[in-house]
């Protein structure tokens, strides 16, 4: 009997002992490996300096910008409203300098009503077919200049209309993009703008243009193209309230 009961201690004896081992090697095992997992996961994430660094890097590099399609027309302020009523005075010395403008399709018109000057008054005729510009003075040609016109869909309007303003090196903005280009020789109003025709928000004028290759040619979207030493020229030869003759 007591022979049993020592066999039956040393047995629990042995469980217990073998449950406190196990207990022992999980927690190792568990221990070890969360230790493990730690320094993986520091020897994968960069330092600070290194995402910094990258940062600079991606900042600074250099991308490259489209120039937008060559149309020389911009937004602009309203001078002058449907009814054919222009803003100057009646010496014609008063300039209105938009900062901007936009090329308004070219769309048809009727005379405005305005009547004709006397012989001793400046008057421009823009002749389509002709792809001209005259300039007369006294009843009689004193100039005259290649031009282009608006093309097919965008065409120049026709009738009498009154320069509504002038500018000298004119801002020009892209239409769609927005993009604001500076004035000077190379830009598409070139050095001059001549301002005739308005809806109230948008004008038809001459203006100047490098691509002097295209004058002669139906291709603008209504304005009356020039090379910048003729539009110069004729800058100085007319004034705000000067006769337009759009002819066919």
Not at 41 to 51: D, F, I, N, R, V
Not at 79 to 98: C, D, F, I, Q, R
Not at 163 to 185: C, E, L, M, N, R
Not at 225 to 233: A, E, G, K
Request: hydrophobic share 35%.
């Amino acid at each position: 009997m007591v022979r049993n009961e020592s066999v039956a201690r040393i047995f629990m004896f042995l469980c217990f002992g073998t449950a406190i081992l196990s207990l022992a090697v999980h927690w190792r095992m568990t221990t070890t490996q969360a230790q493990f997992e730690q320094s993986a996961s520091a020897a994968g994430s960069p330092s600070p300096g290194a995402l910094g660094s990258g940062s600079k890097t991606a900042a600074g590099a250099s991308t490259s910008v489209n120039k937008p399609t060559y149309q020389p027309d911009v937004q602009r302020n309203s001078v002058g409203n449907m009814s054919g009523a222009v803003s100057y005075n009646s010496a014609g010395s008063t300039e209105l300098l938009p900062k901007m403008r936009s090329l308004f399709p070219g769309q048809r018109q009727n005379s405005q009503g305005l009547s004709s000057p006397t012989s001793s008054q400046t008057e421009v005729v823009v002749n389509l077919s002709d792809r001209r510009t005259y300039v007369y003075k006294g009843g009689e040609v004193i100039a005259s200049y290649p031009i282009a016109i608006g093309k097919e869909g965008w065409e120049t309007p026709t009738g009498s209309f009154r320069i509504t303003d002038k500018q000298k090196y004119p801002i020009w903005q892209h239409p769609i993009t927005g993009k604001v280009f500076p004035s000077g020789a190379d830009s598409p109003l070139g050095e001059r703008w001549i301002g005739f025709w308005s809806d109230g928000r948008n004008e038809i004028g001459f203006h100047g243009t490098p691509d002097t290759h295209l004058l002669g040619a139906a291709i603008s979207h209504g304005c009356l193209r020039m090379r910048n030493d003729d539009v110069r020229l004729l800058y100085e030869q007319v004034n705000v309230g000067t006769l337009i003759s759009v002819r066919d």
